[in-house]
C-alpha cells in the first residue's frame, strides 16, 4: 500500500471505511487489557521464585563479616549485597549505598533531601527562588511527578538515539545555576530504548555546572535487561569518568533489582562519590536505623554473584524478547509502507517509543481505549504530561500475554491507521 | 548500710577505699560488654525463624484479593496485612498505610513531607521562620535526632508516671502556633517504661492547638511488648479518641514489628484519619509504586492473626523477663538503701530508666565504660543529648546475655556508688 500522504481524498476514505468496519470488529471482542506500565510478566515472577527457599529456618542468617543480618544496624548495606550489587552497577563496592526495594523512592529522598538540607554544604533547594531540572524528553513520567512535586521548573532536552541533545545540555548547564540536575535513563532508555553513546557519556562527565550542586540523576533502571545474547548496548561507566574527567562529585547513580526478582521486594542502590556518599549518609543516619538486611542476604544467596544474574537475565529476555518481536513484526507489516508513524526497535530495556504524525497521540491512545486496551497516556512521556506536538506513546510490551499483546497490536496498528487518515482527510 | 547522705565524711571514705579496690577487680577482667542500644538479642531472633519458611517457592504469593504480591502495585498495603497490623495497633484497617522495614524512617519522612509540602494545605514548616517540637524527657534519642536535623526547637516537658506535664502541654500548644508536634511514646515509654493514663490520653486527644498543623507524633512502638502475662498496661486508643472529641485529625500513629520479628526486616505502619491518609498519600504516590508485599504477606502468613502475634510476643518475654527482673533485684540488693539513685520497673518495652543524684549520669556512664561496659550516652534521653541535671541513663537490658547483663548490672551499681560518695566528699 502506499503511504497515506500520497493518496487521493478518495483513497483514503475508501481506506478509512474498510478501517472503520474492522474497528468495529474489535470493539464487539470486548477486550480488557492493560499494557500501561512497565511491569513484568507472570512467567517473569515466576523465574524468580527460588527467592522464597534461598534463605530458611535452619540456615545461618549471618553476613560475611559475622553480622546478624536479622538485627539492627549496618546503615549502608552488608559486603556481599555491595559487592554483588556493585557487579550489577559496574561500580565498586565502597561507592554504594543499598537501600529498601525502591530506587524511585532514593530519586525521591535524593531531591527532598537536596531540597531540605542542599548538597554539600550548598544552600538548600528549598531556600531558593527557582530550581531547574532538565529533562530529555520523550521520558520517564515518574521522573517527571518528582520534580513537578518539589516546584521544580522542567527543561525539555530532545532525545536522539545516542542520548541528549549534549549541545542544548553543555550549554544550559554552564549558564544557568538555577539548573540543578538532570534526568537520564542511560541505558534502554524508557521509553526509547536508547542508550546513550561513548561520546555522550563522555560529554556528560565533562559538563562545567554553572551550580556547584549540579547533579546528574543517573538512573541506571535497565543496566543488565539485554533483549538479546548477541547484541547488546554497552555504556562507559559514568562513575569512573566523572573521576576520570576530574568532576568526582558530578552524578548521583541509580539501581535496583526491581525487575530482576521483584518489583516491590527488591533491593535498590545508588552508587556515587565518597564525598557525595558522606553528605547522604549524614542525613541517612538521621532517617533510618538501616534497610531490610534479611533481603539483601536473600538476594546474594539466590544469585550467588554476577554470572548467575546475568543467567537470570537471560530467562527474562526469553519471555519478554518474542513480545518485542513480534510488536515490531507487526508495526512493519501493518504501517511499514505508510508513513503515518515511526517506532524504536530496542535491544533491551522494558519499551519501545512510538511517533505518530504531529497531533495523533492522544487521538490513537483514546481509541485504543475505546477498543478495550488501556496504554500508557499520550503525553505521559513528557515533563507536565504535555507533548508539544501529541505524537509519542510509550508502549509497555512485558506484562501482556503474546497472545494478547497481539490482539492490542493489532487494535494499536488499526487505531494509528484511522486517526491518521482522519487526519490528513481533515487536512 | 545507711543512706551515703547520711554518712560522715570517714564513713564514707573507707566506703570508697572499698569501691575502688572493687572497680579493679573489674577492670582486671578486662570486660566487652555493649548494652547502648534496645536490640533484642539472639535467642528473640531465633523465635521469629518459622518467619523463614512462612512463604516459599511452590507457595501461591497472592493476597486474599487476588493480587500478585510479587508485582508491582498496591501503594498503601495488602489487606490481610492491614487487618493484621490493625488489629495490632488497635485501628480500623482502613486507616492504616503499610510502609517499609521502618516506623523511624515513616517519621522522618513525615516531617520531611510537612517541610517541603505542609500539612493539609498549611504552609510548608520549611518556609517558616520557627518551628518547634514539645519533647516528654526523658524521650527517644532517635526522635529528637529528627527534630534537632531539621532545625526544629525542641521544648522540654517533663514526663510523670503518667505521662508527659499535660498541664505544661495544653497551655504551650494553646499559646504558640510555631509548636507544631510532640513525640509521644505513650506504652511502655522509652526510656521509663511508663504507659500514659487514661487521663492524659483524654487530655491529648482534646488539645487545641493554636496550630491547624499541630500533630501529636505518636510512637507505639511497644504496643504488644508486654513483659507480664498478668499484669499488663491497658491505654486508651489515640485515633478514637481523637474522634470522639472532634480532633480527629491531631494525631499520627506509628508503629513497626521491628521488635517483634526481626529489627530491620519487620513491616512498619502509620495509622491516622482518612484526612491525614489523603494529604499523606498524594504523596507517597510520588514517593515510591509501593512497599515489600512479599514481606508484607509473609507476616500475615506467620502470625496467620493477632492472636498468633500476642502468642509469639509471650516467647519474646519469656527471654528478655528474666533481664528486666534481675536488674531490679540487683539493683535494690546494692543501691536499696544508698539514696543514690532511683529506678523504674516497667512491666514492658525495651528499656529501665534511672536516675543518679543531680550531676553524676556522665560520669557513672564513663566509669562504667571504663570498666568495659557501654551503656547509652549519658544525655541521650534528652533533645540536643543535654540533660540539666545529668541525672538520667537508659538502661537496656535486653541484647545481653543474662550472665554479662549481670556482671554490667554488679558493676553499674558499683560505679553509681563510687561516684556519689566521690560527690558527697567533694560536697
Redesign the interface.
Known sequence: MKPYAEMTKEELLTELMALRKEYLHFQEMELHLDMS?G??C?EQ?DI??????A?????D?SSEDGT??????VLTGIPEAKRLIGAMMENNPKNIIIY???S??VM??TV?RA???GIMGNV?W?KLKKVKFLCPVPGYD?HF??TE??GIEMINVPMSPTGPDMDMVEELVASDENIKGIWCVPKYSNPQGYSYSDETVRRFARLKPAASDFRIFWDNAYGIHHLYDDRQDVLIEILEECRRAGNPDLVYKFSST?KIT????GIAALATSLNNLEDINN?LK??????????QLRHVRFFKNIEGMREHMKRHAAVIRPKFEMLEDTFKEELGDLGIGEWTEPMGGYFMSFETLPGCAKAVVDKVKKGGVVMTGAGATYPYKKDPNDSNIRIAPTYPPLEDLRTAAKLFTLCVKIVSAEKYLEG
Open positions: 506500565r511491569k513484568p507472570r515472577l524468580s521464585m527460588g527467592m522464597m527457599d534463605l530458611y529456618s535452619t540456615a542468617l546478624d543480618v536479622r538485627n539492627y544496624g529498601g526495594n525502591s524511585l523512592n525521591y529522598d527532598a531540597f531540605t538540607h538548600p528549598g515518574r511527578a518528582i512535586y518539589f526491581s521483584f518489583p516491590g521486594s542525613q538521621i532517617q533510618t536505623i538501616g534497610h531490610d538486611k534479611v533481603n
